[in-house]
């Protein structure tokens, strides 16, 4: 089992630029897939961004694509998203989680969870 902890969410302005953070504890780290997923008040979490076992494949919504980057780093049982040209709408609570073998669009996919970080994008 993974237990993954985001950070790096904080205020920024429109077409700022952060890095979130997912780092994950647990030996058996390189066998999930992780995925980024992004949640608002009052609707759906919504899926984000996506990494293979090995990085090798990533994933990303249509609404991220050429924007947000996702990486990994086994060696330090971490993963990274680089988000770029932020956008007001991207503000919201931005969670990782860890599925074993295949990445998934679907949440409930999904067995462990980050606590989530805010992300807030001011115009």
């Known amino acids: 089992q993974v237990q993954l902890v985001e950070s790096g969410g904080r205020l920024v302005q429109a077409g700022g630029s952060l890095r979130l953070s997912c780092a994950a504890s647990?030996?058996?780290?390189?066998?999930?897939?992780i995925g980024w997923f992004r949640q608002e008040p009052g609707k759906e979490r919504e899926f984000v961004t996506a990494?293979?076992?090995?990085?090798?494949?990533?994933y990303h919504a249509d609404s991220v694509k050429g924007r947000f980057t996702i990486s990994r780093d086994n060696a330090k049982n971490a993963v990274y998203l680089q988000m770029n040209s932020l956008k007001p709408e991207d503000t919201a609570v931005y969670y990782c989680?860890?599925?074993?073998?295949?990445?998934?669009?679907?949440?409930?996919?999904?067995?462990?969870w980050g606590q989530g970080t805010q992300v807030t994008v001011s115009s």
């Open positions: 990494i293979s076992p090995s990085g090798i494949t990533t």
């Open positions: 989680a860890a599925r074993l073998a295949y990445y998934s669009r679907n949440s409930k996919d999904y067995s462990r």
């Open positions: 647990g030996r058996t780290f390189r066998d999930y897939a």
